[in-house]
């Protein structure tokens, strides 16, 4: 043991030393598309909000962490690392001091070459004071070096019946219109230091928005705005945010917000949600803000405090009550998430409900950081009732104005094993709470477990913790994660989730159980190339579809298989292989349905100012359940996830192209070809013939 001690002193040293002539080179551009294909499974949906989950990582690349002063809870956050690499790495800082340079990793325990570059491009090590120099705010901001304007332009090339002229339709009546263009446009400005400010605005109007100015219904120019400003670290006040921001306490049962991965490919690190507390909001998602003021004072060097309130109206669809004995007169039959409004009735759910959100949070860290323990308040009011509509599944879900959410978390590091959780009630008396443990069995073999169990009249609006559900209610479940490195180079990594919903649901007039589970092996034959190969299984029920008088119930089961291959032969030249497929059966006597995409991507810069990204991708489904999901690579700050179903091909070409110092220039065009079909799509969005395409231009000046 201590030859091991002295030995990784010794390394430590020549890497200290080495680190002195050279700082570690982050690159110009994250490997986003990367990183994300590591950290999710398997994607089944365009409705996730990875824009969130990119602009968090952005954030993190903008504003480094700095592994030098980082607090065991700001490691955990970035989700890359596990409980044994962050003690290991709080160790060696109490020893050795600071970290010279990222070089330095690698003689920290437990740190492998592929977990150092996953984490590079989102830490930093340095040994300057962030709070140094402080001078004029303003001033500081205006010398910072990330200052940066945004301007993005996409737009669909074909016509389609939502962007035509006025028509009439057979009855005589107007016939639906989107009432803008079909451009979309993007303004976004951000500056941000660590530990000290961040300051930004955003503007966006989707396509098929009108850009009008008309205050009577609240629309001043772009479809939505959003703006912040936060300041950090003043003495006892440690977080002032005003505008939109962010909040995570706990493990996200009642505020969570930002990096929320979920069951994915990473088993253990993403299990556990970080109290990251008060972030700041510059997404364009339009509807999982705060928008107000919140506060996070030191009220001792252990214990801290936030208090935050919110008022912001949303889209909601309000409908007058026909029964006079109807609870409500005037009622909300749900809330609306889409975020577009190109249409009459869209813009008539426009910011149609008004919602005050206050609360706060009281949070107790030990010295060292093993144990922190919390309490979190949200009380939640709406100008308007909520009334669901009259369906069985629907018995529970929340009605009336107000909503008061009590609840309290914990960690605590024991050993190797770190055990966290969180419970909480609603002012409907249902219970929601989330318990879990992550352990290190061996220095190559982690573990993770993790039980939940959301009652079905339980409600939190804001809440996102690991669940089946979109929402947090109405399910029970047990998680169970591993990951083993047998030798160097190999990865092993799986889980099992069991998981029932107590109630119906929509699309199952019946409780049901199901079951999830996954298994990836990864190897790096080198330091720049990556190879895995994972299975994943799913099982849910839904209705049958007959026309039954009582629901029946019949288990859908979807396999997937994903084979992934990077490799960067030079420096200038990165190749992605991606084959990928599903099967899908109704255990209702119908046949199995398959779908398979095969894509190939290539990275080459040419110049050092130009770098080009292309992919040519083959696709054949037998139906829109079988859809395949995958990601390409997009401009900064942007994410593509197509749905690709029925057969044919797919391709992109991306370019980025540094004008000079200040003026860097995206463009993108990205077409399908459909074989075998004449239309695409539906309803306003059809398009006549076989070929969508689409173009993508950003600009980026930095000052």
Same mark, same amino acid.
């Given at each position: ?17 080495s680190?002195?002539?050279?700082e ?6 994250p490997?986003?598309?990367?990183l ?18 990119y602009e968090?990582?952005?954030q993190y ?7 030098n ?10 989700l ?12 060696h ?14 003689s ?7 977990t ?10 340095t ?10 705010l303003w ?13 993005r ?10 962007y ?12 639906t219109?989107y009432?803008?263009?079909?451009d ?6 951000r500056?941000?230091?660590?530990k ?11 396509a ?5 100015w008309d ?13 912040h ?13 005003l ?8 493990q996200?049962?009642l ?69 006079s004995?109807a609870d ?52 939640t009011?709406?100008?308007?009732p ?6 069985p ?6 009605r ?12 605590y590091v ?8 969180e ?17 290190s ?13 959301y ?5 939190t ?9 979109t ?5 029970n ?7 083993v490195?047998p030798?160097?180079r ?23 159980p ?33 026309l ?14 994903? /084979? ?8 200038? @030249?990165? &190749?992605?292989? %991606?084959?990928?497929? !599903?099967? #899908? *059966?109704e255990?209702?006597?119908?046949p199995?349905?398959r ?9 080459v ?10 992919r040519?991708?083959l696709f ?32 992109? /070409? ?8 200040? @003026?860097? &220039?995206?463009? %993108?065009?990205?077409? !399908?070809? #459909? *074989?075998?079909?004449?239309t ?10 076989a070929?969508?395409?689409e173009v ?8």
């Amino acid at each position: 043991m201590k030859l091991k001690y002295l030995l990784g002193v010794v390394v430590g040293l020549a890497a200290a030393l080495s680190a002195r002539a050279q700082e570690y080179p982050r690159p110009a551009v994250p490997d986003l598309d990367r990183l994300t294909q590591e950290l999710f499974a398997e994607i089944q949906s365009d409705q996730v909000p990875y824009e969130d989950l990119y602009e968090t990582l952005l954030q993190y690349y903008q504003t480094p962490l700095n592994l030098n002063t980082a607090s065991r809870e700001e490691l955990r956050g970035l989700l890359l690392l596990s409980e044994t690499q962050i003690t290991s790495l709080l160790e060696h800082r109490q020893r050795n001091g600071p970290l010279l340079s990222l070089y330095e990793l690698q003689s920290v325990e437990g740190f492998d070459l592929r977990t150092i570059y996953r984490a590079a491009p989102f830490v930093a090590a340095t040994t300057a004071n962030p709070n140094a120099g402080r001078g004029n705010l303003w001033q500081r901001i205006a010398r910072e070096e990330n200052n940066a304007l945004f301007l993005r332009y996409e737009r669909v090339l074909q016509g389609r019946p939502g962007y035509a002229p006025p028509d009439t339709t057979r009855t005589g009546g107007p016939a639906t219109r989107y009432l803008g263009s079909p451009d979309k446009l993007l303004v976004r400005y951000r500056v941000s230091h660590s530990k000290d400010f961040s300051l930004g605005f955003t503007a966006e109007k989707d396509a098929g928005e009108q850009f009008r100015w008309d205050p009577t219904t609240r629309r001043y120019g772009a479809d939505f705005y959003s703006a912040h400003l936060v300041v950090q670290e003043r003495g006892r006040l440690k977080t002032l945010a005003l505008g939109d921001y962010q909040l995570q306490f706990g493990q996200g049962l009642l505020l969570s917000s930002g990096l929320a991965v979920g069951k994915g490919a990473e088993t253990i690190t993403t299990l556990r949600r970080s109290s990251v507390g008060v972030r700041p909001y510059s997404s364009v998602l339009e509807n999982t803000f705060f928008r107000g003021v919140a506060a996070t004072v030191a009220l001792t060097t252990a214990v801290r405090a936030t208090a935050f309130g919110s008022r912001k109206r949303i889209d909601a669809s309000v409908q007058q009550a026909s029964d006079s004995l109807a609870d409500f007169s005037e009622f909300s039959s749900g809330l609306l998430l889409t975020g577009f409004h190109r249409t009459p009735t869209e813009l008539a759910n426009r910011q149609a409900l008004g919602e005050t959100v206050l609360g706060g949070n009281v949070s107790y860290n030990s010295s060292g950081g093993d144990l922190q323990v919390g309490a979190t308040a949200v009380h939640t009011q709406f100008d308007k009732p909520l009334q669901r509509r009259d369906e069985p599944y629907n018995a529970f879900e929340l009605r009336g104005r107000r909503n008061l959410a009590l609840g309290a978390h914990y960690s605590y590091v024991w050993h190797n094993v770190l055990l966290f959780g969180e419970t909480a009630r609603s002012s409907s008396g249902g219970l929601g709470t989330v318990n879990g443990l992550l352990a290190s069995l061996a220095p190559t073999v982690d573990a993770a477990l993790l039980y939940r169990r959301y009652d079905r009249n339980f409600h939190t609006l804001y809440g996102n913790a690991l669940g089946e559900n979109t929402r947090n209610i109405n399910e029970n479940g047990v998680y169970l994660g591993l990951k083993v490195r047998p030798v160097a180079r190999w990865e092993v990594s799986a889980y099992y989730d069991r998981f029932r919903f107590p109630w119906l649901r929509y699309q199952a007039g019946a409780p049901s159980p199901g079951h999830d589970w996954l298994v990836r092996v990864t190897f790096s034959p080198t330091k720049t190339s990556l190879l895995y190969a994972q299975l994943r299984q799913r099982t849910k029920a839904y209705n049958a579809d007959t026309l039954r008088p009582a629901p029946l119930l019949v288990p859908t089961r979807r396999q997937s298989i994903l /084979l992934f291959y990077d490799a960067s032969p030079t420096s200038a @030249l990165s &190749l992605r292989t %991606r084959v990928q497929g !599903t099967s #899908y *059966r109704e255990d209702d006597g119908r046949p199995t349905r398959r779908g398979y995409v095969l894509a190939q991507d290539v990275t080459v810069q040419p110049l050092r100012r130009l770098r080009l990204s292309a992919r040519y991708a083959l696709f054949d489904t037998d139906d829109y359940d079988t859809r395949q999901y995958v990601f390409e690579q997009d401009v900064l700050y942007a994410f593509s996830v197509p749905a690709l179903s029925g057969q044919g091909t797919r391709a992109y /070409l991306l370019t980025q192209f540094d004008i000079n110092r200040h @003026l860097t &220039l995206w463009l %993108r065009y990205a077409t !399908t070809h #459909y *074989r075998h079909q004449r239309t695409i799509g539906s309803g306003l969005e059809e398009i006549q013939g076989a070929t969508r395409s689409e173009v993508k231009a950003q600009l980026r000046y930095r000052f």
